[in-house]
């Protein structure tokens, strides 16, 4: 069926490199992408979304970018730190006002 | 500010009983939802509230009711709960409908034996 999938379950970095977590769609109406990132015992956090007319979109320390070519997109972290570390979702809206279908999850270490 | 406040924070249940899962929130959001989360699986969906007044089924409403008590609070109840319920369910809130950033609470972690 259509699902957000993830190409890696699990992603460990050191410290102070970069992380890029990549999430694949397969859904052509889907318009909206939002990562989310969730701490051990905890709700998940909005991060950053970016919406189908962009390629690109930057905030602090995270940039994603979309490929809707290829229905791929990326969380990228830039100086990874050990306060990253996290399961980071991705979601998109298959063209709904409403609903967002998320991925299993990327579990991210950072390695000190 | 608290954001978005759940109660209880675990339960456990047995086969069969019913119980309240409460929800709050402080930021004058319009629309609420209720997830479930379960290994290996992203969030799902149950039901949600678009604004107060109303409420529509997700992506999984079965087994489970909910209230929009009024713009803060919405409940998700379980009639008669069953081993496959056995989840954490969080709730949610944003400014409006979804495809904007919501705001999650600290989850309710539910044991149905």
């Known amino acids: 069926g259509e699902s957000v999938g993830l190409h890696l379950p699990t992603l460990s970095v050191q410290e102070g490199d970069n992380s890029i977590i990549n999430c694949a769609y397969s859904?052509?109406?889907?318009?909206?992408f939002i990562w989310y990132k969730q701490e051990s015992g905890k709700g998940p956090q909005f991060i950053i979304d970016i919406r189908s007319n962009m390629d690109k979109r930057q905030g602090q320390r995270v940039t994603v970018l979309l490929n809707k070519t290829v229905k791929h997109l990326s969380l990228q972290i830039a100086a990874t730190q050990p306060g990253d570390s996290a399961v980071y979702f991705c979601a998109d809206n298959r063209g709904s006002n409403y609903k967002l279908t998320f991925g299993k999850g990327t579990l991210l270490t950072v390695n000190p | 500010n608290a954001g978005v406040t759940q109660t209880p924070k675990f339960q456990v249940l047995k086969t069969g009983q019913s119980m309240t899962l409460q929800c709050a929130q402080d930021m004058n959001h319009n629309s609420m939802y209720w997830y479930r989360q379960d290994p290996g699986m992203g969030l799902r969906l149950i039901y949600y509230?678009?604004?107060?007044?109303?409420?529509d089924k997700g992506e999984v409403p079965n087994g489970y009711n909910v209230s929009r008590l009024n713009k803060r609070e919405f409940s998700l109840r379980l009639e008669s709960a069953a081993p496959s319920q056995t989840s954490v369910y969080f709730c949610?809130?944003?400014?409006?409908?979804?495809?904007?950033?919501?705001?999650f609470g600290q989850g309710t972690r539910l044991t149905v034996v």
């Open positions: 949610a809130s944003s400014e409006w409908i979804m495809n904007t950033e919501a705001f």
């Open positions: 509230s678009a604004s107060e007044g109303t409420t």
């Open positions: 859904n052509s109406a889907s318009d909206y």
